[in-house]
């Protein structure tokens, strides 16, 4: 199990505390609660909008959705279901109405990359065919690329399980559609990046 | 034919974790995030302002619990005697004058300038005064206008 | 008569001849004044029928803005926020009410179409055009702020503009200075002679301007929905810049293009200094993105472009699907992953 798995499993009681005390009128728990969930969340919103400004609006916009929601929240979902699939149906819907104008806006990549072990696989003169650094930073370019030629949906299912490390039930979980569903959009979209990429390296 | 194997590209969409923003980012979010629950609160009714800093002011009181609720009832019941006196047979207005007042006071708040809102915040001051404002519908006028980033190339 | 009595009228006779010369004068100027209302009145008193009240809900409660009807068979303008996503909208105009439904929405532009069964033939308003307009032209604006039954301000065009602040718009919007207020939001904007020539869409600061999208560019939307049953931009390729001089009045030229670019197919070159497109005369890079909107993928349209001092005019035919400008990698030798340090 990947870590965000774990992350989706372990300590619910934590985040259920939590709760209890902002809905008690606690203001700085559910502050303890954005501290945790930012991160992730920025990651999720960010693969999906390409576009740092957007992002950080959004994120704003979905704390303050579910600050405002919080009393509502019954514990029916844990806390992580529930503000990412606030966070995806929000980034959806902001990007049916941004249509297709819009800049790219790339983050620039954590240095801890260069401490990642399949980032030292790629790169490494020890396999047999190494990416050099300079093409790899090439081949994020077109990824990115890529991830928004794929349609919204796609592109966040590719998101979730690829990039955030979500199982298929947790993804099916926030998306509300069947297990079946994610691994069909899942297939379909790794296809779909596979040919753009394709395009580029026979140029 | 395309390849079904997708090891290279699930590791190169894994590297993309590593796209993140420098970690000052999230201590500002967070600031910023509280800033904005502050301009929130300005956008509820004035009666809601009011009668929050009623009690927080009793409630700040050395006095006995005691006094501070017949100091709240006092003030509930000198509201429930202003509404009657003024909720004669009139069918159309069902709310006492003070309160269509703060209201009307509210959409003169609604109208000033706002800087730099994104357009999805209009969805959460309407939010806000949607108890209070359910007699009255949201009159739109947007101030701020669709918007997309520039671009170079079309 | 003595010399004495013959001064004496002289300068009599001037003051008179000046008092009435300046009567004539007042006289003339509050003519004018009168037309002028006149006109404001007519235009107001002649349109007011065709301008309704929209009421309806949303997610967030009940809600209510301006409208117009553009022919007799119901079909209306509103701005997005009015009409885009709300249900059970009805439509007033003094005491009738009518259901209306909506026919198109497009969050693009910022307006939805709604349309309203009626029985017999509905007013409506005569299109006009906003190109017609210049910095100071008087205009009218007629809607139904807050509760209040319908009212016309009256101001004159401030600029077109593709920005406010740091946003920008999809199109060239007209800035318009008439003060306008909450509930006048899908308002339409005319000109002295009563004809619709935008659609109120946002206000600025304060409520002391408008802005609103040009009727055209609301047209191009309903054309597309009517034909395709959605928006239906184009798109050229062409990636533009900014010459060092001007040529033929504009400083815009083409410095490269996206590959399978349209405008390349249809004979684009680089260097090319674009001039006009469509119908837009091209002086500045805003005017090409203010004319960028009004392209439909598959409708040809005319590009005349100065190259190498000869104007020439190229019918190239926008493409549907946009890849990223950012293919076009100006160093495609590596790039280097930007690690932050």
Known sequence: ?203 | ?154 | MSRRRVFSVVPALRIALASVAFLFWQNARAADEDALSQKVRAVFDHSKNAIVKIEAADEHGALSGTGFFVDPNGTLYTCYSVGGESHDIVVCNGEAKYPATRLASDPRSGIAILKVETQKNSPFLTLGKSRELGIASMVITIGYPMDLPITPNFGVIGGFDMKYGDRFFATAHIRANVPVQRGEGGAPLLNMRGEAVGILVSSLEGGVGCFALPIEAAEKVRQDFMRFGEARPGWLGIQFGKTEHEQNGSVVCVEDFVDEAPALKAGMEKGDVLLQVGNTKIKSPDDVLAAAFYLTAGDQVPITVLRGGETLTLNVQPADVAPRPTALLPNLDGIPLKVRR
């Open chain 1, 1 to 203: 199990m990947t870590t965000e798995a774990a992350a989706s499993n372990a300590v619910p009681n934590e985040d259920n505390a939590l709760i209890a005390r902002t809905q008690a009128g606690d203001p700085s728990a559910f502050d303890v609660l954005v501290t945790k969930y930012s991160p992730r969340l920025y990651g999720l919103v960010y693969n999906m909008t390409s576009n740092h400004e957007d992002t950080n609006d959004l994120l704003q916009d979905i704390f303050a959705k579910a600050y405002r929601a919080i009393n509502g929240f019954r514990g029916k979902s844990s806390f992580y279901t529930w503000i990412h699939s606030i966070g995806v149906n929000m980034t959806i819907n902001f990007l049916k109405k941004r249509g297709r104008r819009y800049t790219l806006s790339l983050d620039d990549v954590d240095a801890n990359i260069q401490n990642d072990k399949e980032f030292i696989e790629l790169t490494s003169n020890s396999t047999s065919n190494p990416v050099r650094e300079a093409d790899l930073g090439e081949l994020q370019q077109r990824l990115n690329e890529a991830m928004m030629r794929l349609s919204n949906e796609h592109r966040a299912v590719v998101t979730m399980f690829d990039i955030q490390g979500m199982p298929h039930a947790e993804i099916s979980k926030i998306l509300g559609v069947s297990e079946g569903t994610v691994r069909s959009r899942l297939f379909y979209a790794h296809r779909q990046l596979q040919n753009f990429l394709e395009e580029f390296r026979k140029k």
């Open chain 2, 1 to 154: 034919m395309p390849d079904d194997n997708f090891d290279e590209l699930q590791t190169l969409l894994r590297l993309k974790r590593y796209e993140q923003p420098p970690p000052e980012y999230f201590q500002s979010f967070l600031h910023e995030f509280h800033r904005r629950q502050r301009a929130e609160l300005l956008r509820q009714p004035l009666w809601r302002i009011a009668w929050e800093r009623t009690v927080a002011f009793f409630a700040e009181q050395t006095a006995s619990r005691y006094a501070y609720s017949a100091a709240v009832a006092a003030v509930l019941l000198c509201a429930g005697i202003t509404s009657m006196n003024f909720l004669k047979p009139n069918d159309r207005d069902l709310q006492p004058p003070s309160i269509a007042a703060a209201q009307s006071a509210r959409l003169d708040l609604d109208n000033r300038p706002r800087a730099h809102l994104p357009d999805y915040f209009k969805e959460f001051s309407s939010r806000k005064t949607a108890s209070v404002a359910s007699l009255h519908p949201r009159y739109v006028m947007d101030t701020r206008p669709v918007s997309y980033e520039p671009s170079s190339s079309f």
